[in-house]
T-cell receptor, first 113, second 111 residues
Framework: QKEVEQNSGPLSVPEGAIASLNCTYS??????FFWYRQYSGKSPELIMS????GDKEDGRFTAQLNKASQYVSLLIRDSQPSDSATYLC?????????????FGQGTTLQVKP | DADVTQTPRNRITKTGKRIMLECSQT?????MYWYRQDPGLGLRLIYY???????NKGEISDGYSVSRQAQAKFSLSLESAIPNQTALYFC??????????FGPGTRLTVL
């Protein structure tokens, strides 16, 4: 069983819509959670960090964390074509914590004009 | 100026050659990481270092070695490159257990 799972997509949404990206993780004591955006051929870019249950908003991005369900999501409001990229979920596991991040495979988002 | 830099950005080499990829950072972070990324396989950790004297193997360290020359420098070597080491290589840094920041990457092709 993969430790961090994401639907590979592609997830296709029209411009201006809300894109919802989901991630589940297996280590119940995971401490911190991150979303990265990666354009094709480029490096991952950190866009959100979340550490406690609930919602965290930053501009058009909202990260949601539910530790009881071991679920973290990223909402992108008013999606733009420039948001088309692969979004990586990363988890810092709590057990035997060495500071390493466990990455999901990523979800490809396509925003169509 | 970029906080995490990698050299070279692109490299084409032949099977059996020794290759070194270099990473430098000006973020003052203590931890540094080397990843490779292959299509469909995501990011895989090769080596990581928590400080100059602490170097650890990741999930795919075979065929690779590293050197942490200073807090700001972390190099990855392929002693004898083989074609299946063709990939995109990323260096990353973090301060403690916090978020990681990635360099621009090195595209390596082994013929």
């Amino acid at each position: 069983q993969k430790e961090v799972e994401q639907n590979s997509g592609p997830l296709s949404v029209p411009e201006g819509a809300i894109a919802s990206l989901n991630c589940t993780y297996s280590d119940r004591v995971s401490q911190s959670f991150f979303w990265y955006r990666q354009y094709s051929g480029k490096s991952p870019e950190l866009i959100m960090s979340i550490y406690s249950n609930g919602d965290k908003e930053d501009g058009r991005f909202t990260a949601q964390l539910n530790k009881a369900s071991q679920y973290v999501s990223l909402l992108i409001r008013d999606s733009q074509p420039s948001d088309s990229a692969t979004y990586l979920c990363a988890v810092n596991p709590g057990s035997g914590n060495t500071g390493k991040l466990i990455f999901g495979q990523g979800t490809t988002l396509q925003v169509k004009p | 100026d970029a906080d995490v830099t990698q050299t070279p950005r692109n490299r084409i080499t032949k099977t059996g050659k020794r290759i070194m990829l270099e990473c430098s950072q000006t973020k003052g972070h203590d931890r540094m990481y080397w990843y490779r990324q292959d299509p469909g396989l995501g990011l895989r950790l090769i080596y990581y270092s928590f400080d100059v004297k602490d170097i650890n193997k990741g999930e795919i360290s075979d065929g690779y070695s590293v050197s942490r020359q200073a807090q700001a420098k972390f190099s990855l070597s392929l002693e004898s490159a083989i074609p299946n080491q063709t990939a995109l290589y990323f260096c990353a840094t973090s301060k403690g257990y916090n978020e990681q920041f990635f360099g621009p990457g090195t595209r390596l092709t082994v013929l």
